[in-house]
């Protein structure tokens, strides 16, 4: 439950912010107090893409783990040290953060510096996590140990898979902070390799967005047919979906460097290779879930062909909110392929269709689905019930999120094929037409940010 | 472990495409050799002018060619430096005719810059002690505005040129 | 949704919800051991890393220029 604390706390001050940088982005606003754009920018970043994911996700997973091969009072009281370790860090880079001490954005890239403590915070969040790892593990072992030669249930076999490559790719991020920037910070050393610094943060940097996904992916295999009324349809194609995720989440981080200078054509275009591998585990995940909605529906009587399709329990928000970001994972699933491709990366690379992007996937896909346990995970942890009204204002918000979501979300990805940048204040640049056309998706933005972020705050 | 026959269909149409597209994007990596930028060659960040194409005399559009240029540039927060006109002032714009082939060669001496032609492919990363290079024909006429496109600190947003093709 | 939340923590009745895992078939075909192998797939993601970064960065690390000093200006600070 405490990690849900955070969870909410962070969403909303990461909403506020992000409605800020698109007021200031359009260029009808400037912000008060010298506060800078950039800074608020670091906040939004950090706050939803790291603190509110990774506080849900290990919450949500201990509470998976809890319930499928139990918790002992001694894991549980490793797990506090855990949260309280990943709060502290928390707070570090954060305070860090506000104070316009580390205005470096989330990825941090040197030789921009911020203030050390800002990195000793981000360690300390790593650190954390590994504790909450390394109770997972524990926990399987200690099931697997009492129920020699059966198979472990589905829900902890997955909590594992995600463990597993969080700790191997969290080591690259780790090896970068501990060996490279803190000491680089504090001045022993000298210099910096910028390009190994970045090569290492995207050996860590893409595993982190399948990180947020399979969680949702959890839920879509193992949650989401109970609540339908259904079966999981295969438990072993779930598995190995899983497996296949795991296998290829990790070796493909050239695809985010592929502009870059130093490093050989070839090796990127390996990596890219295997980054498409994704594309199977994730087709099979598609299958899956429509198979079980139609299953189910097939059972409960449905004959037409699409008949099963309208009864789904379009009125229950612990359905609707993931099934909104399951079907916008096929366009985000779409602008990835085009993201990763060797050539087609030159025309989008930093432009404001990768932000269109991943508000795509990770605020639609993963935290819509997210909202969707939310729904049901917090009153069954505070022993209360989901009631009508909220259930009714639970498919408000999902609703509302999901068009501010995609008018913003479409008119970045138009900005973006346009030419537009992320991750910059507004500008009008030498001016002339080009920049013009920018501008007016810059509004589009706003407004849909505007629209958005009410239910969320 | 048994599939569904319809999920066989789905993922072998599936798995074909994907052979399909990678076939593509191999073909025009490794017959066409459309690379992304990949360009290896260091340089020490702290002296830049130590080397040729970054002399300040060298730097912006020189013509080494009929038809071909280069244009040296180095990118620093918070501009591109262009070069210097004939009576010693800044360049803020490239104008190349319609047609030329275009070798841009980017490096920096302090943070990451990114260098974006917008409307065209030229698409790169600038790290210091890295340079970048990028060779393109400049198919169409009109402006292109040059955008940093990469974080590089509070005054990012004001970083940018322009390229001119006329006719 | 904060709204929500709180609500559902604070305020909303007591009573249970369910927490809903979902169950397999009762005709459901055995799952092959072979997907609880672990070693096995922690091996072969290691071997997948190893094959994808070894070289490359044994090239970054080959080539790399002079280091960079750190920057705080351009960040405000």
Redesign the interface.
């Known amino acids: 439950m405490a990690f849900?604390y955070v969870t909410?706390t962070s969403?909303?001050v990461g909403g506020l912010m992000g409605l800020l940088q698109t007021f200031v982005r359009s260029g009808k606003y400037t912000l008060p107090f010298g506060i800078?754009y950039?800074t608020i920018l670091t906040v939004h970043g950090v706050i939803l893409g790291l603190v509110m994911t990774t506080f849900f996700i290990i919450g949500f997973q201990f509470s998976l783990m809890g319930?499928?091969v139990g918790l002992t009072d001694k894991q549980r009281k490793a797990a506090w040290w855990s949260f309280w370790i990943m709060l502290a860090g928390t707070i570090m880079a954060s305070v860090m953060v506000l104070t316009?001490?580390?205005?470096?954005?989330y990825t941090f890239?040197?030789?921009?510096?911020?203030?050390p403590v800002f990195y000793f915070g981000l360690a300390l969040v790593i650190i954390g996590s590994w504790i909450a790892v390394f109770i997972n593990f524990r926990q399987l072992y200690l099931w697997r140990k009492a129920n020699k030669g059966q198979?472990?249930p589905l829900?902890a076999?997955m909590v594992?898979i995600n463990m597993?490559?969080w700790v191997?790719a969290s080591l690259g991020v780790a090896v970068s902070v501990l060996v490279l920037f803190i000491p680089?910070?504090l001045?022993y050393t000298?210099?910096?390799?910028?390009?190994?610094s970045?090569?290492l943060f995207w050996?860590f940097g893409h595993p982190l967005v399948y990180f947020w996904l399979l969680p949702a992916y959890m839920a879509w295999y193992?949650?989401?047919?109970?609540?339908i009324g259904?079966?999981?349809l295969?438990?072993?194609?779930a598995?190995?979906a899983f497996?296949l995720l795991?296998?290829?989440s990790?070796?493909?981080g050239?695809h985010h460097?592929?502009?870059?200078?130093?490093?050989?054509?070839t090796?990127?275009?390996?990596?890219?290779?295997?980054t498409?591998m994704v594309?199977?585990p994730t087709?099979?995940t598609a299958?899956s879930i429509f198979?079980t909605f139609e299953a189910t529906g097939r059972k409960k009587g449905y004959t037409t062909l699409f008949g099963w399709f309208r009864k789904l329990p379009w009125k229950d928000v612990?359905f609707l909110a993931p099934f909104i970001g399951m079907v916008a994972f096929i366009p985000g699933g779409a602008g990835g392929?085009i993201n990763a491709?060797?050539?087609m990366?030159?025309?989008i690379?930093?432009?404001i269709w990768v932000t269109g992007h991943f508000h795509l996937t990770a605020a639609m896909t993963s935290v819509l689905t997210f909202?969707g346990i939310?729904?049901?995970?917090?009153?069954?942890l505070?022993?209360?019930?989901?009631?009508p009204r909220?259930n009714k204002?639970?498919i408000i918000?999902s609703l509302t999120?999901t068009v501010g979501m995609l008018i913003m979300s479409t008119a970045m990805h138009i900005q973006g094929l346009?030419?537009?940048?992320?991750?910059?204040?507004?500008?009008e640049?030498?001016g002339?037409?080009?920049?013009d056309t920018w501008i007016s998706y810059q509004m589009a933005q706003e407004s849909a940010d505007r629209f958005s972020s009410l239910?969320?705050? | 472990?048994n599939?569904?026959k319809?999920?066989k269909i789905?993922?072998i149409f599936?798995?074909g495409s994907?052979a399909v597209?990678?076939a593509v994007?191999?073909f025009?990596?490794?017959w066409k050799g459309?690379?992304?930028?990949?360009?290896?060659?260091?340089i020490d960040p702290q002296n830049v002018e130590a080397h040729e194409a970054f002399k300040p005399e060298n730097l912006g559009l020189r013509e080494v060619a009929d038809g071909k240029y280069t244009v040296n540039i180095i990118a620093s927060a918070f501009n591109y430096d262009l070069g210097k006109d004939e009576n010693g002032n800044r360049v803020?714009t490239i104008r190349v005719p319609r047609g030329s082939t275009v070798l841009f060669q980017v490096t920096t001496p302090?943070?990451?810059h990114?260098f974006?032609i917008?409307?065209t492919?030229?698409?790169?990363?600038?790290?210091?002690?890295?340079?970048?290079?990028y060779e393109t024909v400049m198919k169409n006429n009109g402006?292109?505005?040059i955008?940093?496109?990469?974080?590089?600190?509070?005054g990012?947003?004001?970083m940018?040129?322009?390229v001119e093709v006329y006719d | 949704?904060?709204?929500?939340?709180i609500?559902?923590?604070?305020?909303?009745?007591?009573?249970?919800?369910?927490?809903?895992?979902?169950?397999?078939?009762e005709d459901?075909?055995p799952?092959?051991?072979l997907?609880?192998n672990?070693v096995l797939?922690?091996a072969?993601?290691?071997g997948?890393?190893l094959?994808?970064?070894t070289?490359?960065?044994f090239?970054?690390?080959q080539?790399?220029p002079?280091?960079?000093?750190?920057?705080?200006w351009?960040?405000?600070?």
């Open positions: 849900m909410f969403l909303l800078d950039y319930k499928t316009g001490q580390a205005s470096v954005l890239y040197a030789p921009l510096r911020a203030h198979k472990s829900l076999y594992t597993i490559m191997i680089w910070s001045g000298a210099t910096i390799n910028v390009l190994l970045r090569t050996y193992a949650i989401i047919p109970k609540i259904g079966k999981i295969s438990d072993s194609l598995r190995l497996i795991l296998l290829f990790i070796p493909v050239f460097q592929l502009t870059e200078p130093g490093i050989d054509a090796w990127k275009f390996i990596q890219v290779v295997l498409f594309v199977i087709l099979m299958f198979a612990r392929i491709s060797h050539q990366n030159a025309l690379h930093n432009t909202f939310t729904y049901w995970l917090v009153p069954h505070t022993g209360r019930r989901l009631t909220l204002l639970g918000q999120w346009l030419g537009g940048p992320r991750r910059s204040n507004f500008s640049y030498a002339g037409a080009q920049v239910p969320s705050s | 472990m599939l569904h319809y999920e789905w993922l599936g798995i994907l597209f990678l994007i191999g025009a990596a490794f459309t690379h992304p930028q990949s360009h290896i060659e260091t803020d302090d943070v990451v990114g974006q917008a409307g492919n030229v698409n790169m990363m600038v790290e210091p002690g890295h340079i970048s290079r402006e292109f505005t955008v940093c496109n990469e974080y590089c600190g509070i990012h947003h004001l940018f040129g322009k | 949704m904060v709204y929500i939340f609500q559902l923590t604070f305020f909303a009745p007591r009573g249970v919800e369910e927490y809903p895992i979902a169950e397999e078939e459901a075909e799952t092959p051991k997907l609880e672990w797939w922690i072969i993601t290691i997948l890393i094959f994808a970064y070289i490359p960065v090239e970054i690390l080539h790399s002079p280091g960079s000093p750190p920057f705080d351009p960040i405000g600070k």
